[in-house]
């Protein structure tokens, strides 16, 4: 290589140090050898240069996300196996994962029996948020209000109500596994009015919306509730079986074929397909 390529090399990385791309400072010996190489174009090179300090970027915004907004693991998009849940239209979720409903402030309300992905689709709609450098924060429904009871008890109600409507995404999972008192609704009633037009709230829960009335002990404040969620909300109702169970699916499916009548004798556990929210 002659001096002049080599200052030039040198150039440019410290352009890139004093820019703080170190992503593209790494990537960036890689992507000039195979230009050289012939094996690299001009446009494509760019795009790897900069791709290779977005990616960087990313992981670290997502670390950064995972200390403060309590995700309680890493779930994402490329990890879901669409293929085994059917009844989940890949366009209406990869849509979503764009994010133009986080511009829009609208909800996201994720129905469906045990297992079949809830959860897992709220967190990576909000790790993707967080990639893209949102605020995002995940609490049960539980969890949350346990964290408003003890606001209210210490005076500070009002403050934690302002931290959990900054997140421009707010998970609410598990609505509906476990029975919450009067005080806790009227807690999580306030939350969802703060949030209401100012943030986006990602909901995941086992019951349809008929039962949130049961849910939260209160009719009236559920039917309330649910009029605000749905204003601006797009729905993914899941039905289907529990992935969790799909390896007990694979032994039956073993099992079937040694056995003489396969579809009589041995069949997979099915939920119910008849509406929305079956109860787990
Ligand atoms: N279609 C799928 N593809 C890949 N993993 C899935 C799928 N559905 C569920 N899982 C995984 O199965 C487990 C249970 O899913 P989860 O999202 O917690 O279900 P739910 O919240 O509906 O009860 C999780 O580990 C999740 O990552
Ligand atoms: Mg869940």
Redesign the pocket.
């Known amino acids: 290589m002659n001096t002049a390529i080599r200052s030039q090399r040198e150039v440019i990385r410290g352009m890139l140090a004093d820019l703080k791309m170190p992503g593209a400072l790494e990537a960036v010996d890689g992507i000039l050898g195979d230009i050289d190489g012939g094996r690299l174009a001009g446009t494509e090179a760019i795009t790897r240069l900069l791709s290779a300090q977005i990616t960087l970027r990313n992981n670290r915004r997502l670390q950064t996300a995972m200390r403060s907004s309590r995700l309680p693991?890493i779930?994402t998009l490329e990890?879901?196996?669409?293929s085994?849940?059917p009844s989940i239209k890949r366009e209406q979720i990869e849509s979503l994962h764009e994010l133009g409903f986080i511009e829009r402030k609208e909800n996201v309300v994720?129905l469906?029996?045990?297992?079949?992905?809830?959860?897992?689709?709220a967190i990576s709609l909000a790790i993707a948020a967080a990639q893209r450098g949102r605020r995002v924060y995940y609490g049960t429904l539980i969890d949350l209000i346990t964290s408003l009871e003890e606001a209210q008890a210490a005076g500070q109600l009002n403050r934690r109500l302002s931290v959990l409507t900054h997140p421009s995404v707010l998970v609410v999972?598990e609505i509906g596994y476990l029975p919450i008192n009067h005080t806790g609704a009227v807690l999580f009633f306030q939350l969802m009015n703060r949030r209401y037009e100012r943030g986006s709230t990602v909901m995941?829960s086992?019951k349809g919306f008929e039962e949130w009335g049961e849910v939260l002990g209160d009719d009236v404040m559920a039917a309330a509730l649910i009029d605000r969620v749905l204003h601006h909300c797009h729905l993914v109702n899941?039905r289907g079986n529990?992935?969790?169970m799909r390896q007990h699916t694979d032994l039956y499916r073993a099992l079937q074929s040694d056995v003489e009548n396969p579809a009589e004798a041995v069949r997979p556990p099915r939920q119910s397909k008849s509406r929305i929210g079956n109860r787990g």
Do not use: M
């Open positions: 693991a779930k990890s879901f196996d669409f085994f849940q994720l469906g029996p045990p297992g079949v992905g809830k959860t897992h689709l999972d995941t086992n899941i529990s992935y969790r």
